[in-house]
């Protein structure tokens, strides 16, 4: 199975500045199979980017996806208020599919 | 809308079984798989596996085969995750999610979620 192992755990940012999140694989994802979803407490997951780079439906284009083969990375532009959550990224290209443990956005 | 409707909160004891229903509306259900995920309290996602809606044809994580049955009912728009032999260890939240192909493709509508308590 391919492990995904994000950083850092916990980013504290201001609204405004950028965040890069990082979403490392133990071997190459297939095809770039690669999503990011994020998560409120209390919600289900959201889906963000996938397919590495492509944003999904209404997600804005402060959001981007990049990376290839074992190293991904998800950056938010300028952090809205709303933006603060967990992250994950998650491999879909090989079965068994899996999540990363998760970033913390958090409020500074 | 499309969406996602899961069952409410439930609370089982060790060694029994719980079944999760996810009903779906909006769009055409046999068109797309459903996929389980769960949660542990203040932990990561993990992922359990996919039903194929039209066929029902199933794929199972390793982990949980043997213990979790992934079901579906066409006329009801409605897929079902069944997992026995409950531990404390289960206890956790369920949800289930939506791809247009069964794998190679992430899944862009959840459920609320479901939250299973297993305490004697």
């Known amino acids: 199975e391919i492990v995904l192992t994000q950083s850092p755990g916990t980013l504290s940012l201001s609204p405004g500045e950028g965040a ?3 979403c490392r694989a133990s ?28 944003r999904a439906t209404g997600i804005p284009d402060r959001f981007s996806g990049s990376g290839s083969g074992t190293d991904f990375i998800l ?18 290209g090989s079965s068994p599919q899996m999540f990363g443990q998760g970033t913390k956005v958090e409020i500074k | 809308q499309v969406q996602l409707v899961q069952s409410g909160a ?3 004891k060790p060694g029994a079984s719980v079944k999760v229903s996810c009903k779906a509306s909006g769009y ?22 996919w039903i194929n809606a039209a066929y029902g044809n199933t794929k199972l994580s390793q982990k949980f085969q043997g213990r979790v049955a992934l079901t579906r009912d066409t006329s009801a728009t409605t897929a079902y ?13 369920y949800y289930c999610a939506r791809t ?21």
């Open chain 1, 20 to 22: 890069t999140l990082s």
């Open chain 1, 27 to 54: 071997q190459s994802v297939s095809s770039n199979y690669l999503a990011w979803y994020q998560q409120k407490p209390g919600q289900a997951p959201r889906l963000l980017i996938y397919g590495a780079s492509s």
């Open chain 1, 75 to 92: 950056t938010i532009s300028r952090l809205e208020p709303e933006d603060f959550a967990v992250y994950y990224c998650q491999q879909y």
């Open chain 2, 10 to 12: 439930e609370v089982k």
């Open chain 2, 28 to 49: 055409t259900f046999a068109s797309y798989a459903v996929h389980w995920v769960r949660q542990a309290p203040g932990q990561g996602l993990e992922w359990l596996g």
């Open chain 2, 81 to 93: 995750m069944e997992l026995s032999s409950l531990t404390s260890e289960d206890t956790a939240v």
């Open chain 2, 100 to 120: 247009y192909t069964e794998e190679f493709d992430a899944s862009d509508i959840w459920g609320q979620g479901t939250m299973v308590t297993v305490s004697s």
